[in-house]
C-alpha cells in the first residue's frame, strides 16, 4: 500500500500511531505500507520517532 502524504500540514503522535496500526494491518496479511511524497511535517515526525528505519518513505 502506498499512502501519499503530501498535503498533510501536522502530524502528531496519534497519526504516527494510525500509520503504525496500517503498517501492521498490511503486514498481516502479507502486504506492505510505503509513504509517498511525504510532506516536511510527516518527514520530521517520522524521522524524530525513529520510524524512517521500518517505513519506506519518498518525496516528490
Known amino acids: ?3 501519499d ?3 498533510i500540514t501536522l502530524c502528531e503522535t496519534g497519526s504516527l500511531y494510525t500509520i503504525l496500526g496500517v503498517r ?3 503486514n498481516q496479511v502479507g502486504g506492505s505500507l510505503a509513504i509517498s511524497a511525504a510532506s516536511g511535517p510527516v518527514r ?3 524521522h524524530e520517532a525513529g ?3 521500518i517505513l519506506p518513505v519518498t518525496t516528490h
Open 1 to 3: 500500500m502506498l499512502i
Open 5 to 7: 502524504l503530501d498535503g
Open 24 to 26: 501492521h494491518a498490511a
Open 44 to 46: 520530521d515526525a517520522l
Open 51 to 53: 520510524l524512517h528505519e
